[in-house]
């Protein structure tokens, strides 16, 4: 590598040479400190065959790092003003592609279908634009494509609901919804110095790895059921679900066949207890529920 791009002085070096400034409507916090990227690259990359699939490039920080450990990195961004930037700071790699898209948009099984055809093992890497941290992991969790492994920076608070745990004030639908699908490995903490412009909160970052789930289970019914049992945190989950189930008996039966005393929150309910509760609810219901 010449020279890394995340260091304060090398990032504004690029920015004025190109007449730059970060966009917050797109999110942009440049990281600055080269040793952050190296270890986000180094543990995004779990194979020594792998195509990275990089979300926002930026002016190419991480990117260049990825470039030096994976075998092919394919980055999605969609500011029109980064390409002539990138083709610049990342000339000296051979195997980066930039794809400019909104990641949102993009058909990601059929990207992850072609390369893993290939042969390649297809990960996902990002310092992730923060006002869409959950929509991109939400479509990645449900596009059913062969991921091997998702390394992705965002807000500390973002990733303490992602892997809290039961009983905790950050446990909640999305917590047990993401840890139904994948196992959520913590990085590291990183701190908001370390970026351009400084945001005002601090950072961490994640690694997902997707679990067997078990194809008995309806997600459509599964997920709306979680959600439906924190609607309001401070009620009892007797209160909420019969919310869900439109039918105060039934939900107190459901919850009583389940294993779960009707005065306890939601956020004292397991994983488990949550499956045990959609299995007695497809079992009992038989369509009086609102799904
Ligand atoms: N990777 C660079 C770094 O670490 O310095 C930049 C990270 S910055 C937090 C987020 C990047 O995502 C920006 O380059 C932004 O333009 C890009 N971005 C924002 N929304 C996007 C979207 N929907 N699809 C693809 N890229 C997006």
Not at 224 to 235: D, E, I, M, S, T
Not at 280 to 286: M, R
């Amino acid at each position: 590598m010449k020279k890394p791009i995340a260091t304060p002085s090398r990032t504004k070096e690029i920015l004025e040479t190109h007449g730059m400034f970060a966009k917050k409507n797109y999110g942009q916090n440049f990281l600055v400190e080269s040793g952050i990227v190296d270890k986000i690259a180094r543990h995004a990359i779990v194979s020594d065959h792998c195509v990275v699939f990089e979300i926002g490039p930026g002016i190419g920080a991480l990117t260049q790092y990825l470039c030096e450990y994976a075998k092919k990195v394919v980055s999605f961004e969609i500011d029109e003003r980064l390409p002539s930037v990138l083709a610049d700071t990342l000339q000296e790699y051979d195997n980066f592609e930039l794809v400019m898209q909104d990641f949102l948009e993009i058909d990601l099984k059929a990207w992850c279908d072609r390369y893993r055809k290939e042969g390649y093992d297809v990960v996902i890497a990002a310092n992730l634009p923060y006002y869409i941290t959950t929509p991109i992991l939400f479509k990645i969790f449900e596009s059913n494509a062969d991921i091997s492994a998702i390394t992705v920076m965002m807000q500390k608070e973002v990733a303490d609901r992602f892997s809290a745990v039961v009983n905790t004030k950050d446990y909640n639908a999305l917590s047990i919804i993401t840890q139904y699908r994948c196992d959520v490995i913590p990085v590291m903490k990183v701190p908001k110095n370390v970026f351009l412009p400084k945001p005002n909160v601090d950072s961490a970052v994640l690694q997902f790895r997707f679990k067997e789930t078990d194809p008995t289970i309806d997600e459509s019914i599964f997920f709306p059921l979680v959600k439906a049992c924190f609607r309001q945190r401070r009620k009892t989950i007797l209160n909420n679900y019969s919310e869900y189930c439109e039918d105060k008996d039934l939900a107190r039966k459901e919850l009583e066949l389940s294993g779960i005393d009707v005065k306890r929150r939601a956020e004292s309910v397991t994983l488990e207890e949550f499956i045990r509760l959609y299995e007695v609810h497809i079992h009992e219901s038989k369509g009086s529920c609102k799904d």
